[in-house]
T-cell receptor
Framework: DQQVKQNSPSLSVQEGRISILNCDYT??????FLWYKKYPAEGPTFLIS?????DKNEDGRFTVFLNKSAKHLSLHIVPSQPGDSAVYFC?????????????FGKGTKLSVIP | DTGVSQDPRHKITKRGQNVTFRCDPI?????LYWYRQTLGQGPEFLTY????????KSRLLSDRFSAERPKGSFSTLEIQRTEQGDSAMYLC??????????????FGNGTRLTVT
């Protein structure tokens, strides 16, 4: 039973355009959400997070939107750059930012085409 | 670079052998985590330490797995009598929690285990 779902295994976007990565969750107890980026042969790198008390968080080119009623979040990257090409993981926890246990999706591979 | 360090990066072993991995967390972090990632999946939680105390274990952590963090600094993960199903990337992460400004998990580059 996958509690965090990333239904698009891959996504291709032209450089300079917007990349939108989607994530759905089923566990209504989740209250904190994160996005990680992973390059080959490296560990996941934290990108951005959002608490369930918010519906948007922005950090430079990265914005995460949370729709609690739909149990859906998305990561927007604007403008997309070739260096953004990586696998993006959505993660969630049910104990806030201090949680020890993150539940990850399977990831979406983003390819930004120059 | 003072990130999370894992050793070795790769380990190939024969079924039935024991293996041990080491993780050095970010020095000021009080929590240390072990996750496992298999091909096509996201990382899955195995266990975590708050300082030297192991506070939670996933049901994924069978009796053949043992983790230690003896002085609240580095950690080791040992797998006894390895099986082919143990082949995976073992990721260590650390974070600082409880100071009023909790940090997200910072991951190392992992140890890739191949059991033949």
């Amino acid at each position: 039973d996958q509690q965090v779902k990333q239904n698009s295994p891959s996504l291709s976007v032209q450089e300079g355009r917007i990349s939108i990565l989607n994530c759905d969750y089923t566990n209504s107890m989740f209250d904190y959400f994160l996005w990680y980026k992973k390059y080959p042969a490296e560990g996941p790198t934290f990108l951005i997070s959002i608490s369930s008390i918010k519906d948007k968080n922005e950090d430079g080119r990265f914005t995460v939107f949370l729709n609690k009623s739909a149990k859906h979040l998305s990561l927007h990257i604007v403008p997309s750059q070739p260096g953004d090409s990586a696998v993006y993981f959505c993660a969630a926890s049910g104990r806030g930012a201090g949680s020890y246990q993150l539940t990850f999706g399977k990831g979406t591979k983003l390819s930004v085409i120059p | 670079d003072t990130g999370v360090s894992q050793d070795p990066r790769h380990k190939i072993t024969k079924r039935g052998q024991n293996v041990t991995f080491r993780c050095d967390p970010i020095s000021e972090h009080n929590r240390l985590y072990w996750y496992r990632q298999t091909l096509g999946q996201g990382p899955e939680f195995l266990t975590y330490f708050q300082n030297e105390a192991q506070l939670e274990k996933s049901r994924l952590l069978s009796d053949r797995f043992s983790a230690e963090r003896p002085k609240g600094s580095f950690s080791t993960l040992e797998i006894q009598r390895t099986e082919q199903g143990d082949s995976a990337m073992y990721l260590c992460a650390s974070s600082l929690v409880g100071t009023g400004n909790n940090s997200p998990l910072h991951f190392g580059n992992g140890t890739r285990l191949t059991v033949t």
